[in-house]
Every structure is written in structure tokens, then in C-alpha cells.
């Protein structure tokens, strides 16, 4: 029986995952900060529930040792957007959205990618490629939709590296597109609501994750089920720096990580 791990298994995208996985017969360990949801899931599909809250490095690093089985599948669909004017940071001094949404993402695939079987995947809910107007100083946080953006251009490019990096598995990024979910809960009801009637089911917003990991593709970035190009991606040397930004981080909150 295949094995996979969820992140922001409790809703939305991930939810969607969990479910269209153990339906085909996987078997599935979700993740997520709703213990009580997500106990309630992981026995209705026959999984296992690990509650964590990914914005704190320290509840991503202790989520990566309790991972002892072996995966085929890393799925990684656990963040959000904040609708405060400042930005907000974690307990960790981090900016909540670009901890959740980049670097949980960055440190799961780091310290869980080992554990992955040949053949097996990494996938993470990606941005839409364009990122013209996405902060690139990673060090500083940024409020709302500029964080979320910031985020979004990280995982892209982290991703291409990382693939480039790890050629036993495959590695994918996928813009599902608007979905209803919860993400947009904080926001005015007027945006609420437009956002409600121009989004898709979450089922299939989930599917085209559920795609990526059940068949077998080369292309690293999708949006829905297509090839997706990135316009104006960062250059090797900021990536450089984004991956030596992310180490350290680690690295002061979870010394000796590795």
C-alpha cells in the first residue's frame, strides 16, 4: 500500500487530497492544527492524524521525526493568506504567512525527502507564475497579498532547484486556480463573495494535485493540468540566496536539524 503525507489536511485542497488518495487505496497521513477535525477525517478514510502548527519551524521539525515510515508521496497544500494591513509574525519572529505557505514547505522537503521512495513525489501547492510585483528580501516581512505572493515565487523557485538537486523523485508545483476553500474567511464579504462564485469545487481543485502524484510527469510546474511557465524567474544567484536565507533560518530555530 502506497503511503502519503499531507499537510493542511483538515480543509480545502489537502482535505481533497486525503480523500481522492484513499479512495485509489493509499494509505494517508494527514496534518493539521484541528485536532479534533482532523482525527475525525483520518478515521473516516482509514488514515492517521499528526496535529501541528506549520508556522513554527520547531512543530515542522518535530512533524519530520515522527515520520519513521517510508512515503511515496510528500503533498504539501498547508497555508494561508492574512488580511491585516501589518504583517504578522509567529511566536518564532517569523512572518506567518511566508512561514506556513514557503518555508514549512522548504523544511519538510529538506528533512523528509530522504524517507521518499524512488519513483515516489514531492508536490506543493505553487503560485500562478507570474510574480512580476513579488518582494524577493526574504528577511523582511511583508503584510497580505504581498507575503502570499512572496511565498508563492519562493516555492516555485525552491522547487526547480530542488528537482534539479533530487532526480530519484519527482518534484511539482501546481496552481489549482481559485477554489473554495476557507482561505479567504478573514476577508470583507463583498471579496468573500465574488471569490465564492468564481471558484471552482474544492473536489476539483484537489484533483489536480491528486494527478500529479498518482501519474508519473516530468514538468516541475503545472497550473490545473498543463505545463506552466514561470515569467521573469529569479536569477541562480537569488536563488542562492532564498536557499541560504532558508537554511539559516533553520538553523537558528532548529539548531543541528539535519
Not at 478514510?45 to 515510515?69: H, P, Q, T, W, Y
Request: aromatic share 8%.
Amino acid at each position: 500500500m502506497k503511503h502519503a503525507l499531507v499537510t493542511g489536511g483538515t480543509s480545502g485542497i489537502g482535505n481533497g487530497v486525503a480523500h481522492q488518495l484513499a479512495e485509489q487505496g493509499w494509505k494517508v497521513t494527514l496534518v493539521g492544527r484541528n485536532v479534533k477535525r482532523g482525527t475525525s477525517i483520518a478515521d473516516a478514510i482509514g488514515g492517521k492524524f499528526i496535529g501541528a502548527d506549520l508556522s513554527l519551524m520547531s512543530e515542522v521539525n518535530r512533524l519530520s521525526l515522527l515520520v519513521e515510515e517510508p512515503l511515496d508521496a510528500l503533498i504539501l497544500c498547508a497555508g494561508g493568506v492574512s488580511f491585516h494591513s501589518k504583517p504578522i509574525l509567529t511566536t518564532e519572529g517569523l512572518e506567518t504567512t511566508f512561514a506556513s505557505n514557503y518555508l514549512s514547505k522548504f523544511a519538510l522537503s529538506e528533512w523528509l525527502h530522504s524517507r521518499i521512495n524512488p519513483n515516489g513525489c514531492i508536490v506543493m501547492v505553487g503560485g500562478n507564475g507570474k510574480y512580476s510585483n513579488a518582494p524577493s528580501d526574504w528577511n523582511t516581512p511583508h503584510p497580505s497579498f504581498k507575503a502570499a505572493f512572496k511565498s508563492a515565487l519562493a516555492v516555485d523557485s525552491f522547487a526547480a532547484r530542488f528537482a534539479k538537486l533530487n532526480k530519484e523523485i519527482r518534484v511539482h508545483t501546481c496552481y489549482p486556480g481559485m477554489v473554495r476553500t476557507n482561505l479567504m474567511h478573514d476577508a470583507a464579504a463583498p471579496i468573500r463573495l465574488v471569490t465564492w462564485l468564481l471558484s471552482k469545487p474544492v473536489e476539483k481543485g484537489s484533483s489536480y494535485i491528486t494527478r500529479l502524484v498518482t501519474e508519473e510527469h516530468q514538468e516541475v510546474h503545472w497550473k490545473l493540468d498543463t505545463p506552466m511557465n514561470i515569467y521573469n524567474p529569479l536569477s541562480e544567484e537569488a536563488v542562492d540566496s532564498l536557499w541560504a536565507y532558508s537554511k539559516d533560518t533553520l538553523n537558528n530555530i532548529v539548531p543541528n536539524n539535519d
